[in-house]
């Protein structure tokens, strides 16, 4: 049996133990803090920002023509698409038709969508460059952070163009149009598979023939000594906070 006066000392002489150890956890926890901060990246020169901005405008201007015929080619195919099986749905008095026709218009005008939706950055980047000021080194440096910043995005996008999503959505609706045909409307299996196989073939057809540049134009900036945007102003440190362990449970440590 222990006394109450035992008890009470082996309590005090814990909290004593934890009381020392904290000063040697707030040691361990800010190491950090006696390390100075990483000077950020230093600017590029004038000259170098000019240089840069050549590279930049010339890869946009050489990529926007194939960007455009693109962008509007499909646009402006899956819209005459959608009306044309639309007009031929309201126009015919062949029930089998009318369905095929309907349906197709439905699903056609699924693709038009995404054109709407999702601005497609490598059409309008260069244009969108050569539109911003560059009278003074200031302004030339905040063009060149802009520069960079649509390159970087046109080269997501199209990389996201490529990616299995797009593959994944198109056969899915090409798989949801045939099986609407023949499951709900009781068309022939021929009919769906028609729809099918060539919901499919646009679908393929439309995601190979995007254009890739701006992903190696990309790689190329990186690879030619431009590692991305200009730095931002390196910011003061914060205090931070985390939890340590201690002999009497948990501490708190923290860098000021």
């Given at each position: 049996?222990?006394?109450?006066?035992?008890?009470?000392?082996?309590?005090?002489?814990?909290?004593?133990?934890?009381?020392?150890?904290?000063?040697?956890?707030?040691?361990?926890?800010?190491?950090?803090?006696?390390?100075?901060?990483?000077?950020?990246?230093?600017?590029?020169?004038?000259?170098?920002?000019?240089?840069?901005?050549?590279?930049?405008?010339?890869?946009?201007?050489?990529?926007?023509p194939a960007?455009?015929?693109?962008?509007?080619?499909?646009?402006?195919?899956?819209?005459?698409?959608?009306?044309?099986?639309?007009?031929?749905?309201?126009?015919?008095?062949?029930?089998?038709?009318?369905?095929?026709?309907?349906v197709g218009?439905?699903?056609?005008?699924?693709?038009?969508?995404?054109?709407?939706?999702?601005?497609?950055?490598?059409?309008?980047?260069?244009?969108?460059?050569?539109?911003?000021?560059?009278?003074?080194?200031?302004?030339?440096?905040?063009?060149?952070?802009?520069?960079?910043?649509?390159?970087?995005?046109?080269?997501?996008?199209?990389?996201?163009?490529?990616?299995?999503?797009?593959?994944?959505?198109?056969?899915?609706?090409?798989?949801?149009?045939?099986?609407?045909?023949?499951?709900?409307?009781?068309?022939?299996?021929?009919?769906?598979?028609?729809?099918?196989?060539?919901?499919?073939?646009?679908?393929?057809?439309?995601?190979?023939?995007?254009?890739?540049?701006?992903?190696?134009d990309w790689?190329?900036?990186?690879?030619?000594?431009?590692?991305?945007?200009?730095?931002?102003?390196?910011?003061?440190?914060?205090?931070?906070?985390?939890?340590?362990?201690?002999?009497?449970?948990?501490?708190?440590?923290?860098?000021?």
């Open positions: 049996m222990l006394l109450p006066g035992c008890s009470l000392a082996r309590s005090l002489r814990a909290h004593a133990l934890a009381a020392a150890l904290l000063p040697a956890s707030l040691a361990l926890a800010s190491p950090t803090r006696a390390e100075p901060p990483r000077s950020a990246r230093p600017p590029p020169s004038d000259a170098e920002v000019a240089r840069r901005l050549a590279f930049l405008q010339e890869r946009f201007d050489r990529g926007a960007a455009q015929r693109w962008w509007y080619g499909w646009t402006s195919g899956w819209t005459a698409l959608t009306l044309i099986q639309a007009g031929a749905a309201l126009g015919t008095t062949d029930r089998g038709l009318r369905i095929d026709a309907a218009a439905a699903f056609s005008s699924l693709g038009v969508i995404p054109f709407g939706l999702f601005p497609f950055t490598p059409r309008d980047a260069a244009a969108e460059l050569r539109a911003l000021p560059e009278s003074s080194p200031e302004a030339r440096r905040r063009k060149l952070a802009r520069g960079e910043h649509l390159l970087s995005q046109s080269a997501r996008v199209e990389a996201q163009g490529r990616g299995l999503v797009p593959h994944a959505l198109g056969g899915l609706a090409s798989i949801a149009a045939g099986l609407t045909q023949v499951l709900v409307y009781k068309r022939p299996l021929f009919s769906g598979l028609v729809k099918l196989v060539g919901g499919m073939v646009l679908c393929e057809a439309q995601i190979f023939t995007q254009p890739t540049a701006a992903i190696d790689q190329t900036y990186q690879k030619s000594g431009a590692d991305g945007p200009l730095p931002a102003q390196a910011r003061s440190p914060r205090p931070t906070f985390q939890l340590v362990p201690s002999l009497d449970g948990i501490g708190v440590a923290g860098t000021f």
